[in-house]
């Protein structure tokens, strides 16, 4: 097919031609003595993005699962109790990997639509007067669903219990796209990867870690080798690697970090909420449901949407990307056929999104869905219209 993919999943998204660039390089000696020149810089403003000052972030060659993997392995015990919460593909399956640790999981089946109950954590952790529980998860934003998270209100519910669990936060999603707190809001583990916000290929697991956390590794009985903190520390604070890091994604997630840091957290922020403003503007103007229960689940970073009953939203997914060479995601687990995902995160600006409500309304219109060609697309050119900067001329 002539032209390009056009790539709106929630991961990996775009990578900007400037990462790429940065990206291709020749190899190089991560053992040379200048490579610390390079990777210490770098390892201190990844805790930017995670705003964090006091804890530490660490890069695995990886992806978000075994950014988990490194969390959990690193500070858990065979049978200590942890509590989490179940309301999307992606948040079960951290859930699956706890128990697969042998830890002892209390977890939570939440209704997918709708996120981390707190209130329900609020009380479960006041009730639990001989702190058995050692974890508390939360998934800020689960892609699955298009559904985020209220962190801020897992801390205090921590806090109101006088609780000293742990606190887990998979940022998987949403770290370098969505707002994230993490000396703020009281995260121990936070956990990202490459291929989203950070607009990478995949490749590598970031995970930024508490003091607490760290002190916890000493006790911690799980087995961890290629995951483990301490052989990280040892070597990281000196500037290299325990084993041979992919020093072409590194390359690529300095540029990354400067093109982050040269836009203004705030202002990423600012835009993925703009844009995901957009899409819902859209889908509101077809006439369908949002996945997100609510305007306080709604995520900014991807939108899931139901397709009407009777009708198969991944088959809707794949028409799109056979004829019109468009990338939108396929639902998964409990929702699967009955939604379409569209990814709005990254390397995004207004004619970039478009693209993607676009290439929907021209599936959905070919499978027999009753919308109006261009409603979503208006809905969506007006909003962005109306929410531009202003630029003098």
Not at 105 to 119: F, H, R, S, T
Not at 196 to 216: E, H, R
Not at 357 to 366: H, Q, R, V, Y
Request: hydrophobic share 40%; with cysteine; glycine share 10%.
């Amino acid at each position: 097919m002539p032209g390009r993919n056009f790539l709106f999943i929630p991961g990996p998204s775009n990578v900007p031609e400037r990462i790429m660039n940065a990206m291709h390089v020749s190899q190089e000696d991560m053992r040379a003595t200048d490579f610390p020149e390079f990777t210490l810089p770098l390892f201190e403003d990844l805790k930017k993005v995670f705003k964090t000052e006091t804890g530490r972030v660490f890069v695995f060659p990886a992806s978000g699962t075994g950014g988990w993997e490194a969390a959990i392995s690193n500070t858990l015990s065979p049978g200590d109790k942890v509590l989490m919460s179940g309301f999307g593909h992606f948040s079960n399956l951290w859930i699956d990997m706890c128990q697969r640790h042998g830890l002892d999981v209390q977890a939570l089946d939440v209704e997918w639509g709708k996120g981390v109950p707190a209130e329900q954590y609020a009380e479960i952790l006041k009730a639990d007067k001989n702190h058995e529980i050692k974890g508390v998860f939360a998934t800020q934003n689960e892609t699955a669903t298009g559904v985020a998270s209220d962190i801020k209100a897992v801390r205090k519910a921590l806090d109101d219990a006088n609780h000293p669990a742990l606190l887990y936060v998979d940022g998987v999603s949403s770290i370098a796209s969505m707002d994230f707190r993490m000396d703020e809001w009281g995260v121990d583990l936070a956990v990202s990867g490459s291929q989203k916000g950070f607009m990478l290929p995949t490749g590598l697991g970031i995970v930024a870690a508490s003091q607490k956390a760290l002190d916890k590794m000493s006790s911690a009985k799980l087995p961890r080798t290629f995951f483990s903190f301490e052989d990280m520390m040892k070597v990281n604070d000196n500037g290299f690697f325990p084993y041979t890091p992919p020093t072409t994604l590194l390359r690529g997630l300095r540029e990354s970090l400067n093109m982050l840091f040269e836009e203004g957290l705030d202002n990423v922020f600012a835009r993925h909420k703009r844009m995901g403003t957009a899409v819902r503007k859209a889908v509101e103007a077809w006439g369908l449901q949002l996945v997100a229960q609510g305007p306080e689940w709604y995520s900014d970073t991807v939108t899931a949407i139901y397709v009407p009953e009777g009708n198969d939203g991944n088959e809707m997914a794949r028409h799109a990307y056979r004829h019109y060479n468009l990338s939108l995601s396929v639902s998964v687990g409990k929702i699967a056929g009955q939604a379409f995902r569209i990814g709005h995160l990254g390397d995004m600006n207004e004619l970039m999104l478009l693209t993607p409500i676009t290439g929907a309304e021209m599936a959905m219109k070919d499978m027999g869905y009753d919308i109006e060609l261009g409603s979503g697309v208006a809905a969506a050119q007006e909003y962005l219209r109306s929410t531009k900067k202003q630029i003098k001329n």
